[in-house]
C-alpha cells in the first residue's frame, strides 16, 4: 500500500491524535494532489520523527490528518557539515541550500562577503530566511529526510569563522589540502564555499586564521551553487553515506 506523499509538519506526533496541514500543504494535497479522506499521508516533524498517517478531513479550507504510527526518521548522514555558503542572486542560492540538503548536510549560514554582490537588510532578509527555510523543508520531503537543517540567518563572514570549532575546516580556493587522503572521519566539518568573483585574499586569510584548509576541486572553476555540491558529495564518499559498505 502506498504510503502518500511525504508533508513537514512541525507538530507533536501522537498515535491516535489528529494534525492539522499547514496551509500550503493542505492546499496541495486537496487542490492539485485531490486527494480525499482515507488517503495515506507520510508527515515528518523536522526533528527526527516520520508519522504514518491517514486523511479524515479533506476540504477546501481545512486538511487533517489522523496518526496511525510514529517512528523515527531516516536518511541522517553519519558526518555532521556545516556549510558557509555566500549568497548568492536568484535561484542559484536555492539551488545551493536544496542540493546540500539532499547531500545530508547538517547546518547551512549564507554568508555576506566582499565580492558578493547580494546585501540582504530587515524585512527583505527575514523573508528570504523564510524563503531558503521552505527550500530546505521542500529538499526534506523529496529525499526521505525526517530531520529539516537549520539555515540560519545571513551574517559576515567574519562573524561566522570566529564561531567555528568543527574538527574538519575547508575552504574551496586553489590549494593543496589533503582533506580526502586521511583516514579518520573527522567528527565534524565546515565547509565555506565563496560567491561567484571569489574571496578577496584578506578573506582567505582570515579563514586560514581559523584553522580553514585551502581545498582545490580540480582544474576547471565551478560555479557558487555547483561547488557545495561537488564538495559535499567528496565528502560524504569519503567519510558519510555515500561511499560503498564497509567490508
Do not use: N
Amino acid at each position: 500500500m502506498s504510503t502518500g506523499p511525504r508533508i513537514h509538519v512541525a507538530a507533536d506526533f501522537s498515535v491516535g491524535g489528529d494534525v492539522v496541514l499547514p496551509e500550503g500543504p493542505a492546499r496541495h494535497v486537496a487542490r492539485v494532489l485531490r486527494l480525499g479522506e482515507g488517503a495515506p499521508v507520510r508527515l515528518f516533524d523536522g526533528a527526527g520523527l516520520e508519522a504514518r498517517a491517514v486523511l479524515v478531513e479533506a476540504g477546501r479550507k481545512r486538511v487533517v490528518a489522523r496518526i496511525e504510527a510514529v517512528e523515527g526518521g531516516r536518511g541522517e548522514s553519519p558526518l555532521p557539515v556545516h556549510l558557509g555558503q555566500a549568497i548568492s542572486k536568484g535561484d542559484r542560492m536555492d539551488y545551493a541550500i536544496q542540493k546540500a540538503v539532499e547531500l545530508g548536510v547538517a547546518a547551512i549560514t549564507p554568508l555576506y562577503t566582499e565580492h558578493g554582490d547580494v546585501r540582504l537588510k530587515g524585512e527583505r532578509e527575514a523573508k528570504k530566511l523564510a524563503h531558503w527555510q521552505a527550500v530546505a523543508a521542500s529538499a526534506c520531503e523529496q529525499c526521505g529526510r525526517a530531520v529539516v537543517p537549520a539555515v540560519h540567518s545571513p551574517r559576515p563572514l567574519t562573524e561566522w569563522l570566529g564561531e567555528r570549532c568543527e574538527a574538519l575546516r575547508l575552504v574551496l580556493h586553489p590549494g593543496t589540502a589533503g582533506a580526502f587522503e586521511r583516514s579518520d572521519a573527522p567528527a565534524s566539518v565546515a565547509l565555506l564555499i565563496g560567491p561567484e568573483g571569489g574571496f578577496s585574499t584578506s578573506e582567505v586569510e582570515a579563514a586560514v586564521a581559523s584553522d580553514f584548509l585551502p581545498l582545490s576541486l580540480g582544474p576547471r572553476i565551478l560555479r557558487t551553487e555547483t561547488a557545495p555540491v561537488v564538495a559535499l558529495s567528496l565528502l560524504q564518499y569519503r567519510f558519510g553515506d555515500l561511499g560503498p559498505p564497509a567490508a
